[in-house]
């Protein structure tokens, strides 16, 4: 039965942003390291795939690797699903409360009334523009920072950013056919329903690197709204495969019958 390998990649988003790159911003980690992965938590993974084959030389089995892309210094994945839209229905509410009041207090002036519905405004934050390019789950959304308060000024204001989003993996390790990615659907509601995952053709010993082509989200204002602006970036990793004889779990010897003890019949 294939063995389900996991890569966990953590961007820095906003540096990534910044500096127009993932190199010394990415880590990766995988659920390896005991099996030979090395440098774990850099940008220089190198994911460890054991194979096994039978006595005759065929493959035993292959190997699954699955990637999840996560935002480093942003609101964590694991909180429930509808948080953000939660978060916004409650600012909302509360600046219809605020404006009742506001219109129930007759004796107010204009210049206070004026600051008043400024607060207010700045209070109920903004939402994003929804764009051809960010429909989903970043269409029509306010702009949270880390604690989850709604940010008024996302050109200034420190606020979290979406979770990176892989859209290609490519390289040596696919041009030599050694692995076979595609994005899948999935019931997993952190991965938005969909993650990239590749088999492994573990007959093919040695070391190969691939390329993952992810999708950050910056944003910005343009013409008085905001709106997430797609930025993508590359960052390469590597698998080593390697090979050994297909052997029997409790006994580390060659398949077969396992040996019993003569007493186990008296």
Not at 21 to 29: A, E, I, P, Q, V
Not at 72 to 87: K, M
Not at 127 to 136: A, D
Not at 246 to 265: D, I
Request: aromatic share 8%; hydrophobic share 35%; charged share 20%.
């Amino acid at each position: 039965m294939p063995q389900q390998l996991a890569v966990i990649v953590l961007v820095d988003v906003g540096n990534a942003l910044e500096s127009r790159t993932l190199d010394g911003n990415t880590y990766l980690f995988d659920n390896m390291k005991l099996q030979g992965s090395e440098n774990q938590g850099s940008g220089e993974l190198v994911t460890a795939i054991n194979g096994s084959y039978w006595s005759d030389g065929s493959q035993a089995s292959e190997q699954v690797l699955n990637w999840l892309p996560y935002s480093l210094g942003s609101i964590p994945p694991t909180v429930p699903r509808g948080y953000e839209a939660e978060r916004a229905r409650q600012t909302d509410e509360q600046a219809l409360t605020e404006l009742d009041h506001l219109a129930a207090t007759s004796g107010t002036s204009g210049a206070d009334a004026a600051a008043e519905l400024s607060r207010i405004r700045q209070s109920a934050g903004r939402r994003v523009k929804t764009t051809r390019r960010t429909r989903g789950r970043l269409s029509g959304q306010k702009v949270l920072d880390v604690t989850g308060k709604v940010v008024s000024d996302g050109g200034t204001q420190a606020h979290s950013y979406p979770a990176p989003v892989i859209t290609d993996i490519y390289g040596q390790a696919v041009d030599e056919k050694v692995i076979y990615p595609a994005e899948y659907g999935s019931p997993d509601l952190v991965t938005d329903g969909w993650y990239w995952s590749a088999t492994v053709d573990t007959s093919r010993p040695g070391t190969y690197a691939y390329t993952m082509r992810i999708q950050l989200h910056k944003l910005v204002e343009q013409g008085g709204e905001s709106l997430w602006e797609p930025v993508n970036l590359t960052c390469e990793s590597k698998i080593r495969v390697t090979t050994e004889p297909k052997r029997n779990a409790f006994t580390q010897a060659g398949l077969g019958l396992l040996p019993v003890p003569p007493r186990a019949f008296s």
